[in-house]
């Protein structure tokens, strides 16, 4: 799990109540009276706490069989290969950062581990409108589209527009709400700059509804994954060699 917050701490949540039996969160931010309209782990109790440890207990309160780590750390270009490594099962990516996230897909796509990624999740009020794709084939989303042009700057992905990169990514097709110095909210960027985000200083708003659901769709995938036989060929069970009576 990379990210707890909006969408990662819903993910988080899924995995440990679907019998996940081991999972490795990775976040460096601590709990912020401004995360509680959208967060999780967001208590007035937790305020302060690193994200990691309060969603580890939580975590283990589900399930005392799960083992849990709780790492304090981003996951960067720089900490990559101490962060995921070979062993892991699957990546649910729900990390803010484009460079982060364009170096996380990259490191598993050259490895070859299963992953999901997600798109923005600010800015929009309808989760029925959220659906999932492969990451060359999202629109409406500013986040994806700069990881996408990150990928083809930086890690040689693909520019063909219809050329699949066998990355699903969690979206919304809802035309983003932007906000204006009055307070109020329109459809348009002009009055925001670059890199706009979720806070409380003229950013995004945001709704727990949406980014729960992100968090959410992006568990299903996950779930789905683990279950369906898309294990490493290592851990593949070979089929029993038939007996006479079965030949």
Excluded at 89 to 94: A, T
Excluded at 119 to 136: K, V
Aim: with cysteine; hydrophobic share 40%; proline share 5%.
């Amino acid at each position: 799990m990379g990210g707890i917050g909006g969408v990662g701490s819903w993910a988080a949540e899924a995995m440990a109540r679907s019998g996940v039996g081991e999972i490795s969160l990775f976040d460096m931010d601590d709990v912020c009276v401004s995360n509680s309209n959208r967060q999780l782990h967001a208590l007035d109790s937790t305020v302060g706490r690193p994200k990691v440890e309060v969603m580890a207990e939580r975590i283990r309160a589900i399930n005392p069989d799960c083992i849990v780590h709780a790492m304090s750390d981003f996951v960067t270009r720089d900490t990559m290969a101490e962060c995921i490594t070979p062993d892991m099962d699957f990546v649910i990516d729900c990390i803010d950062s484009v460079n982060a996230k364009a170096a996380l897909i990259s490191w598993c796509k050259r490895r070859k581990i299963q992953m999901v990624t997600t798109g923005g999740a600010g800015g929009q009020i309808d989760p029925t409108l959220i659906q999932i794709a492969d990451l060359n084939r999202t629109f409406n989303d500013p986040l994806a589209s700069k990881v996408r042009s990150t990928l083809r700057r930086d890690y040689g992905f693909s520019r063909t527009p219809n050329r699949h990169y066998s990355v699903p990514c969690v979206f919304s097709t809802e035309q983003l709400r932007y906000p204006k110095p009055d307070g109020s909210i329109c459809l348009e960027k002009k009055f925001v700059g670059e890199g706009v985000k979720l806070d409380c200083a003229g950013g995004f708003g945001a709704v727990m509804m949406v980014t729960a659901t992100f968090g959410m769709v992006a568990a299903t995938r996950a779930v789905d994954k683990l279950v369906s036989g898309t294990r490493r060929p290592s851990e593949r069970v070979k089929p029993a060699a038939a007996t006479p009576d079965q030949a």
